[in-house]
């Protein structure tokens, strides 16, 4: 069974960078379409980036589109998220997610994913 491990998370001044690591164990990552998606306080979960089995170039939610790149290192099980330019609306716990393995559409609707790490606190303030 997919085990996702987020980490990189922390505070960080606004203009700064992050990235964020999500791990994988459990099974083969490039099995699996995965998702960036947030959740700030006080809103609903979304889904901020999206990136396929085989790489292809990621989907990404306008809020994030220029300021955000999604990776994939299949070698390593390892999916990046590198954050740049962050705001401070950009604070938020930051979860990597899978789809089930037969799903190829790489989508960013939170109900599409099925496996979830435990999430990483970002928090964006001066």
């Known amino acids: 069974q997919l085990h996702l491990v987020e980490s990189g998370g922390g505070l960080v001044q606004p203009g700064g960078s992050l990235r964020l690591s999500c791990a994988a164990s459990?099974?083969?990552?490039?099995?699996?379409?995965i998702g960036w998606l947030r959740q700030a306080p006080g809103k609903e979960r979304e889904g901020i980036s999206c990136?396929?089995?085989?790489?292809?170039?990621?989907n990404y939610a306008d809020s994030v589109k220029g300021r955000f790149t999604a990776s994939r290192d299949n070698a390593n099980n390892t999916v990046y998220l590198q954050m740049s330019n962050l705001k401070p609306e950009d604070t938020a716990v930051y979860y990597c997610a899978a789809r089930q393995r037969w799903f190829n559409e790489c989508v960013l609707r939170v109900p599409a994913f099925d496996s979830w790490g435990q999430g990483t606190q970002v928090t964006v303030s001066a």
């Open positions: 459990g099974s083969t990552l490039d099995y699996y379409v």
């Open positions: 990136i396929s089995k085989n790489g292809g170039p990621p």
